[in-house]
C-alpha cells in the first residue's frame, strides 16, 4: 500500500491544471510540430529551412513571454493568467486557419505564442509549489505522453483531410479542452517558511533568476530542448524517406508515445532514491543518442525505427527530472518558469538550426549538431545539481540536529 501511495500524486487539482496549462498549451505546439512543419512545406510551398523559421517565431514569442512573467510567478495571479493565455491561444489558431497570407498568418502565429507562452510559464511555476516537485513533474508528463498519443493518432489524420487549416483548428479544439482543467490551478504560489535561496539571491527579489546555478539550468534547459527540436521538426520526413506512409507514421508515432508512458512512470516511481546528480546525467545521454538514432537512420529503417520508438521514454523521463531539478532551486517558482521559458527558446531555434544544417549538409550534419548540445546540456547542468546537492547537505545536519 505504501508502494501504491509513493506513486500516487500529494495533488490532482495540482497535477491536472498544471500539465493541462503547461503542456496542453504551453507545450502542444511541440508535440503537433512534425504534422505542422509537412503541413507549411506543402500547403505553403516552403522549403525546410522556411518553414522551421516559421514555427521558430511563434516558439519565440512563447519564450519572451513566458520569460517576461517568471519573476512575478511568486505574486502573480497564476489562475487568471494561463486562463488569458489560452484563450489567446485558441482565437489566434481558429484565425490561422483562416489566414492565407504567409506573412499575416507569422504574425498571427507570434500571438499564439503569447498565449502559449503565458500557460506554459503558470503551468509550470505550480509545481514548485508540491512538497515534491521531480514526482509532480512526473505524474504531469503520464499525462502530457496520453495527449500525445491524442495528437500523434489525431492530428495525422486531421493532416491528411483537411492540411494546415485542420490542424489549426484542431489545436484550437485541444487547448479548449484544456480549458476544464486549467481553474483548478491555484491562484498564487503559497507561501513558504524555509524557501531554498540560490548563492547571491534576495527572498522576494527577482536577483535569483540573475544567479550562475538558476542561469546554468535556464541555459541547460534551452540546449536540451534544442535539440530534442532539431530531430523532431523533421522526424516524419525522415520516416517518408525511409518508406513509411502517412498513416504508417501516424501508427508508429502514436505508438512509441503509448511507450513513453514508461518515462515519466519512472521518474515519479524513483524520484531522488538515487539522487539528481546520476537521473539527470543518464537522461541526458539517452535523449542524445535516441535523437541521433532517427536522425541518422535516413538511410536505415531498422534505426529510424528503434530512435523512434524511444523518443518519448527518454524526453519525458529527462523532462521529469530536469523540471525537478529547476523547481528544487527556488520554491516561489520563479526558476522553473524561467526555465520553461529557455525551453521554448529551444523550440524555436532548434527547427531553424536543423533545417539550416540539413539544407546545407544533410541530415548527417543536423546530427552532428545534435552530438554537441548533448556535451552542452550536460556541462550546464554540473552548477544546479552541485547547488542541490549543497542544499541537501546543508538541511540533513539541521535535521540531525532537530
Same mark, same amino acid.
Given at each position: 500500500?505504501?508502494?501504491i501511495r509513493n506513486c500516487l500524486p500529494e495533488s490532482w487539482s495540482l497535477v491536472f491544471s498544471a500539465a493541462g496549462s ?53 505574486? =502573480?495571479?497564476? %489562475?487568471?493568467? @494561463?486562463?488569458? $493565455?489560452?484563450? +489567446? /491561444?485558441? &482565437?489566434?489558431?481558429? *484565425? #490561422? ?8 498568418? =507569422?504574425?498571427? %502565429?507570434?500571438? @499564439?505564442?503569447? $498565449?502559449?507562452? +503565458? /500557460?506554459? &510559464?503558470?503551468?509550470? *511555476? #505550480? ?126 508515432l502514436s505508438f512509441q508515445s503509448f511507450i513513453g508512458l514508461i518515462g515519466p512512470l519512472l521518474a515519479a516511481m524513483i ?104 556535451v552542452l546540456t550536460l556541462l550546464l547542468v554540473i552548477v544546479p545539481l552541485a547547488t542541490v546537492r549543497r542544499e541537501a ?10
Amino acid at each position: 500500500m505504501k508502494t501504491i501511495r509513493n506513486c500516487l500524486p500529494e495533488s490532482w487539482s495540482l497535477v491536472f491544471s498544471a500539465a493541462g496549462s503547461a503542456y496542453g498549451v504551453g507545450l502542444l505546439g511541440l508535440w503537433a510540430l512534425p504534422f505542422l512543419i509537412s503541413a507549411i512545406i506543402h500547403d505553403l510551398q516552403l522549403n525546410e529551412a522556411q518553414a522551421g523559421l516559421l514555427m521558430s517565431a511563434e516558439f519565440g514569442f512563447t519564450m519572451l513571454a513566458s520569460l517576461v512573467v517568471a519573476p512575478l510567478m511568486g505574486r =502573480a495571479p497564476r %489562475r487568471t493568467l @494561463a486562463l488569458v $493565455g489560452t484563450v +489567446l /491561444a485558441i &482565437a489566434a489558431n481558429l *484565425a #490561422s486557419a483562416n489566414i492565407e497570407s504567409i506573412y499575416t498568418l =507569422a504574425a498571427v %502565429r507570434c500571438i @499564439a505564442g503569447i $498565449g502559449a507562452g +503565458l /500557460a506554459l &510559464a503558470c503551468g509550470n *511555476a #505550480s509545481v514548485s509549489s508540491a512538497k515534491y516537485p521531480d514526482r509532480i513533474a512526473g505524474h504531469m508528463n503520464v499525462l502530457s505522453v496520453v495527449l500525445m498519443i491524442v495528437v500523434m493518432l489525431g492530428y495525422a489524420k486531421v493532416m491528411a483531410l483537411y492540411g494546415l487549416s485542420g490542424l489549426y483548428y484542431a489545436m484550437a479544439a485541444t487547448m479548449a479542452v484544456m480549458l476544464l482543467a486549467i481553474p483548478a490551478m491555484a491562484q498564487r504560489a503559497p507561501i513558504a517558511d524555509t524557501a531554498p535561496l540560490l548563492p547571491g539571491a534576495s527572498k522576494g527579489s527577482g536577483n535569483i533568476l540573475l544567479s550562475l546555478p538558476a542561469i546554468c539550468m535556464m541555459l541547460a534547459m534551452f540546449v536540451f530542448q534544442a535539440r530534442d527540436t532539431m530531430g523532431w521538426a523533421f522526424v516524419e520526413r525522415i520516416g517518408t524517406l525511409v518508406g513509411y506512409s502517412g498513416d504508417e507514421l501516424g501508427m508508429l508515432l502514436s505508438f512509441q508515445s503509448f511507450i513513453g508512458l514508461i518515462g515519466p512512470l519512472l521518474a515519479a516511481m524513483i524520484g531522488k532514491r538515487f539522487g539528481m546528480s546520476t537521473p539527470v546525467i543518464l537522461a541526458i545521454l539517452l535523449t542524445g543518442g535516441t535523437s541521433l538514432a532517427y536522425v541518422l537512420g535516413e538511410h536505415s529503417k531498422t534505426l529510424y525505427t528503434a530512435g523512434v520508438m524511444t523518443i518519448c521514454i527518454t524526453y519525458f523521463y529527462a523532462l521529469s527530472y530536469l523540471t525537478g531539478l529547476a523547481a528544487e532551486l527556488d520554491r516561489e517558482g520563479r526558476v522553473v518558469a524561467a526555465a520553461s521559458s529557455f525551453l521554448s527558446l529551444g523550440l524555436a531555434v532548434g527547427p531553424a538550426i536543423s533545417g539550416g544544417l540539413i539544407s546545407v549538409g544533410g541530415f548527417t550534419l543536423a546530427a552532428w549538431g545534435i552530438a554537441v548540445t548533448v556535451v552542452l546540456t550536460l556541462l550546464l547542468v554540473i552548477v544546479p545539481l552541485a547547488t542541490v546537492r549543497r542544499e541537501a547537505a546543508g538541511i540533513m545536519p539541521m535535521a540531525a540536529a532537530a
